[in-house]
T-cell receptor, first 112, second 111 residues
Framework: EAQVTQNPRYLITVTGKKLTVTCSQN?????MSWYRQDPGLGLRQIYY???????DKGDVPEGYKVSRKEKRNFPLILESPSPNQTSLYFCATRTSGALRAFFGQGTRLTVV | GEDVEQSLFLSVREGDSSVINCTYTDSSSTYLYWYKQEPGAGLQLLTYIFSNMDMKQDQRLTVLLNKKDKHLSLRIADTQTGDSAIYFC???????????FGKGTSLLVTP
């Protein structure tokens, strides 16, 4: 079964405490990306990766890092989270030439 | 990214038709998509249309594309309470992988 798995699904943390949200896919897709969803702002792309060791900034990359050491994993790293990073985060994957992007179930992050 | 605009809310009665509208600015968009997000869930692809098409029908869903006006609509016939969700319009180019999303339209279906 095609899956995009994010962990954790819910996280409450404190300002400045480093955290990582993991994303794993079992479809051998080249392209992976992270979005954040905020009320009234829709989905905004944070970072994306075209393949292993290839990453690039999306529209709102400030305060985030990513890595793509393996094709299946694309973790999102918040080195020093701040309250304005409280949001719902989605990982998405897509393969070359495909029309459809697959989304994870989302990670709801609260930074206090 | 380029702008994709949608109205934020729509309320319809069960059994009526729903029409969700979207406008976009990127004339190089190759594909236009409708995604559905149910409460607490990720986004699921509902349907898509290639930019050289005017219309696509898939069971209760009809997508209309006016490329000249850069206007996309999604019509849901015989709307059911299970159709209550947020609907996102998105556009994507042929060479890139990124999808540019609208802010989403919350559809509320009342009995």
């Amino acid at each position: 079964e095609a899956q995009v798995t994010q962990n954790p699904r819910y996280l409450i943390t404190v300002t400045g405490k480093k955290l990582t949200v993991t994303c794993s896919q079992n479809m051998n897709h080249e392209y992976m990306s992270w979005y954040r969803q905020d009320p009234g702002l829709g989905l905004r792309q944070i970072y994306y990766s075209m393949n292993v060791e290839v990453t690039d900034k999306g529209d709102v990359p400030e305060g985030y890092k990513v890595s793509r050491k393996e094709k299946r994993n694309f973790p999102l790293i918040l080195e020093s989270p701040s309250p304005n990073q409280t949001s719902l985060y989605f990982c998405a994957t897509r393969t070359s030439g495909a029309l459809r992007a697959f989304f994870g179930q989302g990670t709801r992050l609260t930074v206090v | 990214g380029e702008d994709v605009e949608q109205s934020l809310f729509l309320s319809v009665r069960e059994g009526d038709s729903s029409v969700i509208n979207c406008t976009y600015t990127d004339s190089s968009s190759t594909y236009l998509y409708w995604y559905k997000q149910e409460p607490g869930a990720g986004l699921q692809l509902l349907t898509y249309i290639f930019s050289n098409m005017d219309m696509k029908q898939d069971q209760r869903l009809t997508v209309l594309l006016n490329k000249k006006d850069k206007h996309l609509s999604l019509r849901i016939a015989d709307t059911q309470t299970g159709d209550s969700a947020i609907y996102f319009c998105a556009e994507g180019g042929d060479s890139g992988y990124a999808l540019n999303f609208g802010k989403g339209t919350s559809l509320l279906v009342t009995p």
